[in-house]
């Protein structure tokens, strides 16, 4: 059993920069892909980026892509998504997710955190 707890959310302005971290914890963290993923009111959960276990692996939403980057320190069980440059519609709560397959396949997600929201005023 894995354990996600994401953190790092708040209200911030159009333009700024927000780390989200995700700590994991009893589990062999370093052996899952990570993904983060983002809902915002009255729509679907949507994929925002993912990483392979190794790091070596990085891919992102075609609506994040070079704003956003993902990253991973297996040492300290923890998946991070660098934000910058953020807009209004990157408002969602934030929800980082383990798994065995690639984090865009639907089967993705044997373990979600409790999600952070993220607030971005104009």
């Known amino acids: 059993q894995v354990r996600l707890v994401e953190s790092g959310g708040g209200l911030v302005q159009a333009g700024d920069s927000r780390r989200l971290s995700c700590a994991a914890s009893g589990g062999t963290f370093s052996t899952y892909t990570m993904g983060w993923f983002r809902q915002a009111p009255g729509k679907e959960r949507e994929f925002v980026a993912g990483i392979s276990w190794n790091r070596y692996n990085t891919y992102y939403a075609d609506s994040v892509k070079g704003r956003f980057t993902i990253s991973r320190d297996n040492a300290k069980n923890t998946v991070y998504l660098q934000m910058n440059n953020l807009k209004s519609e990157d408002t969602a709560v934030y929800y980082c997710?383990?798994?065995?397959?690639?984090?865009?396949?639907?089967?993705?997600?044997?373990?979600w955190g409790q999600g952070t929201q993220v607030t971005v005023s104009s």
């Open positions: 997710g383990a798994g065995r397959v690639h984090a865009q396949n639907v089967g993705f997600g044997d373990y």
